[in-house]
């Protein structure tokens, strides 16, 4: 740590930032992970399983081109949450990921991958062809995706209100990858590009759906625990 000045607010400034960098980093190296594992489950065990593919190898490169990137930079430049410098400083030989980072990883992949396949299993009960059924598994996993970037808040930080939801570019990056993916099923080059079908209302409603709940999952499991960590304090 250097220092301008022997003040000491610029030392607790630069404690809060060196906090800030470190948590922000983990932020970022989780989410993409997580979605990374996503993409692996759902090809591994559609082949394993020998299903149809769910995802072809232009939407997983779209998928990591938009998905991946923009919310993943948008949550490198978060604010931290409001109690950074309430917490206990951490070993310096901690690793970036540990081994709760890696459980969390693994678990947010595993729902992910299971509201794929809830898409899958949805559009064979509309007897969806192989076009559509594709359309509604991609997109169901690259929204899951984005919306898997609002559970990246800490462990304690509030449902609604947090240092993820108060992050002004990850809403820009939201929308602008929401954007990127609803266009190209009803540009035709795009669409015969990625293999993708324009949606009815019905692709739409299970595509939500699907994409919603491991979002749903996740939250009402990181309240449960923020709530028995506040116990046990």
Request: charged share 15%; with cysteine.
């Amino acid at each position: 740590m250097i220092l301008l000045d022997d003040a000491f607010p610029t030392i607790v400034r630069a404690i809060r930032e060196g906090r800030l960098i470190f948590g922000n980093i983990r932020r970022f190296v989780v989410y993409l992970l997580s979605c990374n594992l996503s993409e692996v489950m759902v090809v591994g065990l559609a082949v394993l399983w020998a299903l149809p593919l769910p995802l072809l190898p232009l939407q997983i490169l779209y998928l990591n081109l938009v998905t991946d990137v923009f919310p993943a930079f948008a949550l490198a430049m978060g604010e931290g949450e409001a109690g950074i410098l309430e917490r206990s400083p951490r070993d310096p030989k901690e690793p970036i990921l540990g081994r709760r980072q890696w459980l969390t990883i693994i678990l947010h992949g595993v729902t992910l991958t299971v509201g794929t396949f809830g898409a899958l299993a949805a559009a064979r009960l509309l007897d969806l062809d192989a076009s559509q059924s594709v359309t509604v598994t991609f997109l169901t996993l690259a929204f899951a995706q984005l919306w898997h970037a609002l559970n990246m808040r800490h462990m304690r930080s509030g449902l609604i209100v947090n240092e993820v939801t108060r992050n002004g570019w990850l809403w820009g990056a939201l929308a602008l990858c929401a954007g990127l993916l609803a266009t190209p099923p009803y540009l035709p080059p795009a669409a015969q590009l990625l293999h993708l079908a324009p949606l009815t209302a019905d692709m739409w409603s299970v595509v939500l759906a699907c994409s919603l709940a491991p979002l749903v999952v996740a939250q009402a499991t990181m309240a449960v625990i923020g709530r028995r960590h506040k116990r046990q304090r």
